[in-house]
Antibody, heavy 120, light 107 residues
Framework: QVQLQESGPGLVKPSQTLSLTCTVS??????????WSWIRQHPGKGLEWIGY???????YYNPSLKSRVTISVDTSKNQFSLKLSSVTAADTAVYYC????????????WGQGTTVTVSS | DIQMTQSPSSLSASVGDRVTITCRAS??????LAWFQQKPGKAPKSLIY???SLQSGVPSKFSGSGSGTDFTLTISSLQPEDLATYYC?????????FGQGTRLEIK
């Protein structure tokens, strides 16, 4: 059974870069059947899609964050990562990684989420 | 961007009730519509995809319908464990967008 687990610093200073990693277990990130995704949820708010990456490295980003976001994949470690630059307090959120079916982009499996606070 | 609007934003229902949540897209999305359940303090869980297909392992008391711009999620025979916030999501086009959520409370 495929599981996803987010990891990374829980506290980031304003103007710095937020870096998170999602480790995939129970399946290969190199499977051509899936996109690997990041989604975030601001405190007490709804869900915001950040972007997808395919194992080949192809990416799709939310235009609202595109200038600050980089999603990358490391197939040797079965991981994919999120970098969000120039963070502000508005980037404080729970960050989820998720797996989406490539055929139609539907999300099926979520990680448990990790809380990132932006504060000095 | 496609805007997803859910109604109601919150509702309270009794055990055994049948509950319906509505989701409207700002433009047609065919059937590229998913529903997620998020219990307090937990990650979202996939319930339904393609507007009406039940995710594996999800009980049949959850059902979805609709196409184009108007969709519904129905929960039959409400139970205490159904306390959660429910989100719709369109994946017809980028950027992927979610509804604002419907908070379901049990009376």
């Amino acid at each position: 059974q495929v599981q996803l687990q987010e990891s990374g610093p829980g506290l980031v200073k304003p103007s710095q870069t937020l870096s998170l990693t999602c480790t995939v277990s129970g399946g290969s990130i190199s499977s051509g059947d899936y996109y690997w995704s990041w989604i975030r949820q601001h405190p007490g708010k709804g869900l915001e899609w950040i972007g997808y990456i395919y194992y080949s490295g192809s990416t799709y980003y939310n235009p609202s964050l595109k200038s600050r976001v980089t999603i990358s994949v490391d197939t040797s470690k079965n991981q994919f990562s999120l970098k969000l630059s120039s963070v502000t307090a508005a980037d404080t959120a729970v960050y989820y990684c998720a797996r989406a079916v490539r055929q139609d982009r539907r999300i099926g499996i979520w990680g448990q989420g990790t809380t990132v606070t932006v504060s000095s | 961007d496609i805007q997803m609007t859910q109604s109601p934003s919150s509702l309270s229902a009794s055990v055994g009730d049948r509950v319906t949540i509505t989701c409207r897209a700002s433009q047609g999305i065919s059937n590229y519509l998913a529903w997620f359940q998020q219990k307090p303090g937990k990650a979202p869980k996939s319930l339904i995809y393609a507007a009406s297909s039940l995710q594996s392992g999800v009980p049949s008391k959850f059902s979805g319908s609709g196409s184009g711009t108007d969709f519904t999620l129905t929960i039959s025979s409400l139970q205490p464990e159904d306390l959660a916030t429910y989100y719709c999501q369109q994946y017809n086009s980028y950027p992927i967008t979610f509804g604002q959520g419907t908070r379901l409370e049990i009376k």
